[in-house]
C-alpha cells in the first residue's frame, strides 16, 4: 500500500501562483509514475500533468502547458506542482496519484494522455480557487 498526502491548495486571484505537495509514504518504489489529477465540480476527474523517472518523461495537459510544472524530489517520494498565472478555470479539487498500472500512452515519443483510472493510488485532494 502506499498513501499520499497533498498539500499547498488555496485560494489566489486570477494571474497568482500556488505549490501544490505531495508526499507518498508505505510501499514506495524508485521510479514509480506519479501524477496530478483535477475535479471540479460537474465535470469528470482529469489529468494535469505526471513524471515517469524512468523515463524521464513528462506529461502536460495543453490547458496547462507553459504555466504548471510537475518535479520530483530525489528520491522520487514527492512530488510537487508549481502553478503559475493562474486562470478561474483552474478551479477545483486536485489530486495526487501514483502506481500507473498501464503502459504510458504515447505518440510518436510524446505522452499524450493519463487515464485516471489507470492509477493505482490516491491522495484525499486539495482545494484551489481562483478569483477573478
Known amino acids: 500500500q502506499v498513501a499520499l498526502l497533498e498539500s499547498g491548495g488555496g485560494s489566489v486571484q486570477t494571474g497568482g501562483s500556488l505549490r501544490l505537495s505531495c508526499v507518498a509514504s508505505?510501499?514506495?518504489?524508485?521510479?514509480?509514475?506519479m501524477g496530478w489529477f483535477r475535479q471540479a465540480p460537474g465535470k469528470e476527474r482529469e489529468g494535469v500533468a505526471a513524471?515517469?523517472?524512468?523515463?524521464?518523461?513528462?506529461y502536460y495537459a495543453d490547458s496547462v502547458k507553459g504555466r504548471f510544472t510537475i518535479s520530483q524530489d530525489n528520491a522520487g517520494n514527492t512530488v510537487y506542482l508549481e502553478m503559475n498565472d493562474l486562470k478561474p478555470e483552474d478551479t477545483a479539487v486536485y489530486y495526487c496519484?501514483?502506481?500507473?498500472?498501464?503502459?504510458?500512452?504515447?505518440?510518436?515519443?510524446?505522452?499524450?494522455?493519463?487515464?485516471?483510472?489507470?492509477?493505482?493510488?490516491w491522495g484525499q485532494g486539495t482545494q484551489v480557487t481562483v478569483s477573478s
Open positions: 496519484a501514483a502506481d500507473l498500472r498501464a503502459p504510458p500512452l504515447t505518440r510518436r515519443g510524446r505522452w499524450y494522455h493519463v487515464d485516471p483510472a489507470d492509477f493505482g493510488y
Open positions: 513524471v515517469d523517472p524512468g523515463r524521464r518523461d513528462t
Open positions: 508505505g510501499n514506495t518504489w524508485k521510479n514509480m509514475i
